[in-house]
């Protein structure tokens, strides 16, 4: 496993451009199975989580290569609906996104239960549901979701609770089923609204007539297209809060200030300097931090992804916060590591919000908790960590350049998945990184 060696204390300053956002990338990826000509996508991350997909594309007789620093190119005029490893789905969520995609091109598929991030139980059950509304015979088989359809049929299907993939995997077969589609209570992230605009770009009829409804026109078949992946919101936030929390100064160059609105309001009333235009934004600390209440929502409310990070800004202000995670289940494990390392945290469990929690009531565990009392301006002290998940990852190495004294991590490659190049760019904005010897490994 991956070690780097972290040493606090330096406020980190500069520029940095922000990559492509992971979470439209991939399921991009899977949206271009749908047409049999080529599609090109420019600003694609170079992260281990598109590598992972571009493997699992070949296995279905798809050309999904490189043609420019940030630009893939892919070619799926052969498509054949083979089945995948589960070792393959096991290490991306997003792979089970082709299921849709196969069955409108193919008429089968067979994809396995997919892995990802270990933040809670995160079943498929909405994503599955969907399909069946389109005729869709679909039964599960030893780890693999088996599904037929001669011609995918248009319907109307409500989400009983908000799911970003569930939309998007409902988009993906509606777009070439016959008849009209709708989705009521459908995710409206940017993620999503990118995604719809590579598929109209292709030939597809989406409308959102309303904040959370989506009507799709079937269409007979779709076309090349050659589409520019909107930036990271998640990096851009990942990187603000780097800067508020070290003390420091950085340009977040190419972040969207309207993606970042929830998090970039929250940073405002923490006390944090920030900068908005066309170009990007700069986010520098401006003296004393100051507590605030944050909690998680789909969008457009505080995204769930910069919770954690957050978090260890919150260690570093003036008085009580409250974090209450509504998203998934069991996202707040990370806060074991940041007590050890002399933060003040307890976790417990609030009333629900008046709206409810955001996840299917059998996924919760009495163990779980869903909020965080942070009480802060407590000094880190440097530790040996150990990464858990992706963004957990980010959120241990924010807390080690806050640190007094050495860190070292293991478990860097969950960061890898989703940031590119993310240790060497916290490098040139000042970090004190290196790469920790085989020996130094914590036990």
Known sequence: MRTIRVSG????RGEVRI??????????????LLTEEEVLLSNVPRISDVKVMSGLLQTLNVQAEWCGPHTLRIFAGDLRPARFGIEVAAKIRASFLVLAPLLARCGTASVPNPGGDRIGHRPVDRLVEGLRGFGVNLEYDEAYYNAECPRLAGCEYTFIKN??????????????AEGRSVIHNAAQEPEVDDLIAMLNSMGARISRPAPRTLVIEGVQRLYGTHHTVMPDRIEAGTFATIAAATDGDIFLDGANPVHMAPLLEKLREAGVGVETSTEGVRVRRDGDLTAVNVTTRPHPGFMTDWQAPFVVLLTQARGESVVHETIFPNRLGYTDQLNEMGADIELFNPAPPEWGYNWNEADDLPTYRHAARIRGCTPLTARDLVIPDLRAGATLIIAALCADGTSHISGVHWVERGYEHFIDRLRLLGGQIEESFPAEVPA
């Open 9 to 12: 204390g330096t406020p980190l």
């Open 19 to 32: 990559a492509g956002a992971k979470n439209a990338a991939l399921k991009m990826m899977a949206a271009a």
């Open 163 to 176: 799911s970003h993939t569930g939309t998007e995997h409902q988009l993906l077969a509606a777009v070439l």
